[in-house]
């Protein structure tokens, strides 16, 4: 992969091939960064052209300007689609990311091909009471991050992944992630609930693990009954980062669903 950066924004991103006829953007979980998906840009870039970030305060994207914050991610997106000349494109989000991708689809519709959200839940109809269920353990993970980054990354890897070979390569990431990066996080909150969730122009796939946490599985649930023409995929042998733990599962999910998504747009 090819590796950039725009003047106007602290993200770098990478872009495998412009030789195919439809882009695919991958938006990696929190504490990690775009190889992530390495295993979905080896089976895909042949077939689709590849566009992956490190998000901001993840990767190599930590080269930063006061004022800059994860709630412009969308619009540094998009301005990175502007300069690749790329109109529309299919996304995914895994957790973090499934955030940001849904943040671009309220934002910038008519860009999206097909929205595919897993670890996450419906940014545009958030519980917060449910949320509160888990904030007693997230309040112990980031104590154990301000304590120590590979302290933080070993207690990370079991929630993140499932199988170890993900566990370990989670990991690997993880304990990369700088703790002053925690800043750029803070901004989350002002994505949710911001928008109100209209009649969708494109298909929208959202799944997790068997293995994620309980309340995750709640969440697809209820997103379910109130969008029923979306697409739910469960992956029975996964924890959070479904596609870590189940490549090549993950990879034909994925191209049945671009592939239907097609069809849908002819």
């Excluded at 195919?20 to 190889?35: P, Q, Y």
């Excluded at 929630?159 to 170890?164: E, K, N, P, R, V």
């Excluded at 925690?182 to 959202?206: D, E």
């Excluded at 996964?238 to 002819?266: I, R, S």
Aim: hydrophobic share 40%.
């Amino acid at each position: 992969m090819q590796q950039f950066k725009l003047e106007s924004s602290p993200i770098v991103y990478y872009i495998s091939g412009k030789d195919c006829s439809e882009w695919v953007l991958f938006l990696h979980a929190a504490f990690v960064n775009h190889k992530m998906f390495q295993p979905q840009i080896e089976y895909f870039e042949s077939k689709y052209n590849i566009l992956t970030v490190d998000i901001i305060g993840h990767g190599k994207s930590t080269d930063t300007n006061k004022g800059d914050c994860l709630e412009k991610m969308s619009v540094w997106i998009h301005d990175i689609m502007n300069a690749e000349k790329i109109k529309k494109i299919h996304i995914v989000g895994i957790s973090l990311g499934a955030v940001l991708a849904q943040d671009f689809a309220n934002r910038y519709p008519d860009a999206v091909s097909s929205l595919a959200c897993f670890g996450g839940y419906d940014i545009n109809n958030f519980d917060r009471k449910m949320q509160k269920e888990n904030s007693a353990s997230q309040m112990v993970m980031m104590l154990k991050a301000f304590v120590s980054i590979k302290w933080f990354a070993k207690a990370n890897k079991k929630i993140s992944a499932f199988s170890q070979q993900a566990q370990n390569d989670f990991y690997d990431m993880n304990i990369q992630f700088s703790k002053k990066s925690f800043m750029y996080l803070a901004s989350l909150g002002s994505m949710v609930n911001a928008f109100q969730t209209k009649s969708r122009k494109y298909p929208l796939l959202i799944g997790c693990g068997k293995f994620d946490i309980p309340m995750e599985l709640k969440i697809i649930q209820d997103w379910k009954s109130r969008e029923p023409e979306l697409k739910v995929e469960i992956f029975e042998n996964a924890g959070h980062c479904v596609n870590m733990d189940m490549p090549q599962k993950f990879n034909e999910v994925m191209e049945e669903f671009w592939g239907n998504a097609g069809n849908c747009l002819l």
